[in-house]
C-alpha cells in the first residue's frame, strides 16, 4: 500500500479505510469489544469530531492536529523489544515480560487464546474523545490481570517498539484482584509522533493500587502523548496516584475515578513546565457511595513560551452521603510569555458531605526572594530554591 498521511483531526472519518489493523478491520475483533465498537462508531456519526469535545477547550488542540501521521503499510503486531530494566513493555497490541513466567499477574495479548476481553465491555462507554479513537484504532487490547490476595510491585514501559511515523494506540485493561496491594510504576517513553492511550484500572473490593506514573523527559520536541484513563474502584478500595513530568510537543493525562462505597482516593501530581511545551491535565472524581474520602493535589511551575491547563472536578451523587473531598490546583507562573489556565468545577447533590476546593496562579514572591538575596544567595539560585520548595510542599 503507498503512504497515506492523515491527521488525527480526520480519524474519525478513516476507521473503516484499513489503515492500519483496528478493532473494526481485524479478524478477531468479535472476540474484544465489538459492542463497545458499535457504539463508538454510532457516536461518531450522531456526535461527530471528538476534538470538538469542549473538553479540549484549553488545551491548545493545533499541536496535535498540525501533526501529519505517515501510514505506509497495515501495522503487524511481532516480537516486542525489552526495555531498560522494566518488568512489563507494551506497544500497540503486543506486550511482553522481562522473566516470561511471572505467577503473580498475568499478561494477556489479543490473539491468546485465553483472552477474555469481552467480559470488560461494561466498563466501556462513549465519551466522544480522543480515548474512543484509540480504542477503535489499537490492534488489539492486552490485559494485565493480578490474582486476588496478592502483593506485587512491578513496572511498566510504554515503548515505542514500531519506530514508524504512524499513529501508535494502546488499550489496556489492568484488573486488580479482591484484598490485593500492587505498586505499579509507569513510564510513558516518547515517540517521535503520536502516542494515543486508553487505560481501564479496575480496584477490586478491598484491593489497593498504588500508580506511579513518570512522562518521558528526553525527546520532547516532537512527543505527543495523549493517555485517557479510567479507574473504577470497588467498595473499601485505595487507589493512590502520583504523576510526574515537564510536558512535551503536546501532553494530555485525563484521569476519571468512580468512587463507591468506602473507599480512599489520592491524586498528587508535579510538573515543571518550559520552552514550548503543552501539558494539560484533568482530573474527575465520582463519588458514587457513600462515606468515601478523595483528595486531589496538582501543582505545576510555568516558564518560557509553555502551556500549561488543569480541568479538576468533583461529583458527589445523591446517595453518596458522608463523603470527604478536596480539589487543590496551585500554578506558578515565572515567565510572561507562559499560559496557565486552571478550572476547578463541583457538582454536588447532597447536603451531608464535605467539600474543599482552590486553584490558585502565582508568581515568585518578592518578599522571599528578597530574604534569600539578603542571605547572600544570587538571583537564579534564589528563584530555583523557591520553585523546588513550591513543589514539595
Partial sequence: MSKVEYSIDELHNLVHLGLRSNLLTSPFKDRWLPNVAADIIHDLKTKGNPLKNSLYKNMKLNTLTDHMNVASSIKHRGHIHEHDDSEIVIDDGVACTLDRINYKFKLVEPMQRYNKV???????????RIGDLCLLNSTGPLQLKVSKDTKL?????????????????????????????????????????????????????????????????????????????????????????????????????????????????????????????????????HHIGKNSK????????????????????????????????????????????????????????????????GCTISNISKEQLYYLNSRGIEDYKSEDILQQCFLAN
Avoid: W
Fill in 118 to 128: 469481552k467480559n470488560y465491555e461494561p466498563y466501556f462507554q462513549p465519551t466522544n
Fill in 294 to 357: 478523595s483528595r486531589v493535589d496538582i501543582k505545576s511551575i510555568i516558564d518560557d513560551n509553555a502551556h500549561s491547563s488543569f480541568l479538576g472536578c468533583i461529583t458527589v451523587d445523591k446517595d453518596a452521603t458522608g463523603v470527604d473531598a478536596e480539589l487543590y490546583n496551585k500554578n506558578l507562573c515565572v515567565s510572561d510569555s507562559a499560559t496557565v489556565i486552571t478550572e476547578p468545577q463541583l457538582d454536588i447533590n447532597t447536603k451531608d458531605i464535605m467539600c474543599k476546593h
Fill in 153 to 285: 510491585s512491578t513496572t511498566i514501559s510504554y515503548v515505542d517498539n514500531y519506530g514508524d511515523t504512524d499513529l501508535s494506540c494502546v488499550l489496556l485493561i489492568v484488573d486488580i484482584g479482591k484484598h490485593s496491594k500492587v505498586d505499579l510504576d509507569e513510564m510513558f517513553v516518547n515517540k517521535n509522533g503520536q502516542k494515543l492511550y486508553n487505560i481501564l484500572y479496575l480496584v477490586r473490593d478491598g484491593a489497593e493500587l498504588n500508580l506511579t506514573r513518570n512522562f518521558d523527559i528526553t525527546n520532547k520536541e516532537n512527543a505527543m502523548n495523549v493517555v485517557e484513563s479510567k479507574v473504577i474502584q470497588f467498595p473499601n478500595s485505595s487507589f493512590k496516584y502520583t504523576v510526574t513530568g515537564e510536558g512535551s510537543k503536546h501532553t494530555q493525562d485525563i484521569l476519571n475515578v468512580d468512587v463507591h462505597e468506602y473507599c480512599n482516593t489520592e491524586i498528587k501530581g508535579s510538573f515543571y513546565c518550559y520552552e514550548n511545551v503543552v501539558n494539560n491535565s484533568v482530573a474527575n472524581i
